[in-house]
């Protein structure tokens, strides 16, 4: 299927939480539960937590759940909803679970107090799946880093969308980039 500017792909959540649009998501490796190749993800548990495996397309919530347009990210990504629902959008429930997208173009939420220039690499910045430029986080030169992609776009303050060049491959990083 394609995305903004990509192909996307399906990842099961290994727990019941929902997730906002453009949120990046993480390999979960240590789920293994599943016996019939399903693979999971979920949402990062901070800063350059993990290889990144796509950035969410649109809302992953419980049924007739709805959210304004510029609800800030951080008040629905991670959050459990309520019985009945919780069981049913990850872990052991049965919804397939996001779509993400993968490869080309995808649209980022900035994090809070973000400094992306275009042409920086940008990675997972906090719990919400948002990103910030490496060198804003303090990142040190020869770290091991995730990165989400490149910036095509500039961000400078909380939750604006940010284009960005899909890039998931683990670099070591270093200082300036």
């Given at each position: 299927m394609?995305?903004?500017?990509?192909?996307?792909?399906t990842y099961r959540l290994s727990s019941s939480v929902r997730v906002a649009k453009f949120t990046a998501l993480i390999a979960d490796a240590t789920d293994t539960t599943s016996t019939t190749g399903t693979i999971f993800a979920k949402v990062p548990t901070g800063s350059n937590s993990g290889r990144v495996v796509g950035?969410?397309?649109?809302l992953w919530a419980e049924t007739n759940q709805f959210y304004p347009e510029d609800t800030d990210p951080s008040t629905i990504t991670g959050t459990t909803p309520a019985s009945p629902y919780a069981s049913m959008l990850g872990g052991t429930g049965n919804d397939i679970g996001p779509t993400v997208q993968y490869n080309g173009q995808a649209r980022c939420y900035a994090a809070s107090g973000a400094s992306i220039t275009a042409g920086q690499i940008v990675l997972i910045a906090d719990?919400?799946?948002?990103?910030?430029?490496a060198s804003h986080l303090s990142i040190?030169?020869?770290?091991?880093?995730?990165?989400v992609g490149l910036a095509v776009t500039a961000a400078s303050a909380t939750n604006v969308?940010?284009?960005?060049?899909l890039m998931f491959l683990p670099i070591a990083y270093v200082s300036g980039s």
């Open positions: 394609a995305g903004l500017d990509g192909l996307t792909r950035v969410t397309l649109g719990v919400y799946g948002r990103v910030d430029s040190s030169g020869g770290t091991k880093i995730y990165p969308v940010v284009l960005v060049e």
